[in-house]
């Protein structure tokens, strides 16, 4: 199936001849998830709770920042740039390091030193980008790009460039078109806080227009150790094992405070023990293994049913936003392994099976 752009084209005035660079991203299943939905009734005790995971790791990279990336290099082809640049905890700079190797652009990264999970950073050097690991966190890598953008010899490709936000917003149309309408709430984690803005751009116009008949509410989560947003002030060292979204000064801030107050939501944090859980339920229970920061939106589900959030005959989406295979460290640091290493006998490994 063709890439976000060209799908939703009637939702954007790019001109006939715009370059499209797209990796035919986007079109993501929507898994229905049981048994999360009989743990949320069981923590609510609210019946007919069903949960469905938008399951955004199945993008050309793994992550949800294909949707914003192929609108974001496009926008860069367009106007003629040679250097695309981005701070990034992982995601964005695999993305961008691939729709930059695509359209023949030169990609430039800047990552917190140490804090990006192996398959993300795998994903950046063959694709081919200038990588700097600097040794300060996302937002200082943030900054130096903002200082290095205002060059105008780079592109910045960050969520502040607005095409990122503009294309993420497909996810929400997606999920619209195959439940057919808006979900009640909206579960996703929240970092530097643009794909929860997204969604919210997304729903909004699906209303606006009249193709869905409500607006969901907005239930974002932070990381309990980088939760700006929950605590109303900048964190300077954010602290999570959920290294995507380890942010102490998102940059769409304001515009996430909208989503939540204008949709009725909230942004909340979940510790990294409720994200480890979430984590390994998904898995395990799920088969769906996605990386930790995803499933922080699981993690702030389960957190906001026993809080009693949630409502009885209720439609929830989790969005998880990313794929587990990026963070290997992780599922082998947090998985329950029933491994052995045994002779090639065959009683031996009976044994071991419980046979
Ligand atoms: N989940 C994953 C897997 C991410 O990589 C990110 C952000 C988020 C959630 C949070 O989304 O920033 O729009 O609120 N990753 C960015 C990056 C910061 O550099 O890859 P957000």
Same mark, same amino acid.
Do not use: D, E, H
């Given at each position: 199936m063709a890439g976000i752009l060209e799908r939703y084209r009637n939702f954007y005035d790019f001109p006939a001849d715009f370059p499209i660079i797209s990796l035919n991203e986007g079109n993501t299943p929507l898994i229905p998830a049981p048994k999360i939905s009989a743990e949320v009734s069981r923590l609510s005790g609210q019946p007919d709770v069903q949960v469905f995971l938008k399951f955004e790791g199945l993008n050309p990279t793994g992550s949800f920042k294909d949707r914003g990336m192929t609108y974001a290099v496009s926008k860069a082809v367009a106007d003629g740039h040679t250097h695309i640049i981005c701070a990034s905890t992982g995601n964005t700079s695999a993305a961008a390091a691939a729709y930059g190797a695509r359209a023949g652009l030169k990609t430039l990264i800047i990552l917190p030193g140490g804090k990006v999970a192996l398959g993300k950073l795998s994903q950046a050097i063959m694709y081919g980008a200038a990588i700097v690991e600097i040794d300060g966190n996302f937002d200082q890598a943030l900054d130096i790009v903002r200082a290095l953008g205002e060059t105008g010899k780079v592109c910045v490709v !960050?969520?502040? !460039? #607005?095409y990122r936000l503009q294309g993420q917003k497909t996810g929400a149309f997606e999920l619209c078109d195959v439940l057919g309408d808006a979900p009640d709430d909206l579960y996703i984690p929240v970092g530097n806080a643009g794909n929860i803005s997204a969604y919210w751009m997304g729903f909004k116009e699906y209303a606006d227009k009249g193709i869905s008949s409500k607006r969901p509410r907005m239930c974002g989560y932070q990381a309990a150790g980088a939760a700006p947003i929950v605590h109303g002030h900048k964190i300077e060292k954010p602290e999570t094992?959920?290294?995507?979204?380890?942010?102490?000064? #998102?940059?769409s801030w304001q515009l996430a405070e909208a989503a939540r107050d204008d949709s009725g939501g909230r942004i909340d944090c979940v510790t990294d023990p409720q994200i480890v859980a979430a984590y390994q339920f998904l898995a395990s229970r799920e088969g769906v293994l996605c990386e930790p920061s995803s499933a922080a939106s699981v993690a702030g589900l389960f957190k906001a049913a026993s809080l009693s959030q949630v409502q009885a005959n209720s439609t929830i989406v989790c969005v998880l936003t990313g794929n587990g295979l990026k963070d290997p460290d992780s599922a082998i640091e947090y998985g329950n392994p029933q491994r052995a290493q045994l002779p090639a006998d065959s009683d031996q490994v009976a044994a071991f099976f419980g046979l």
């Open positions: !960050n969520s502040i !460039n #607005p094992l959920a290294t995507a979204i380890r942010i102490g000064n #998102p940059a």
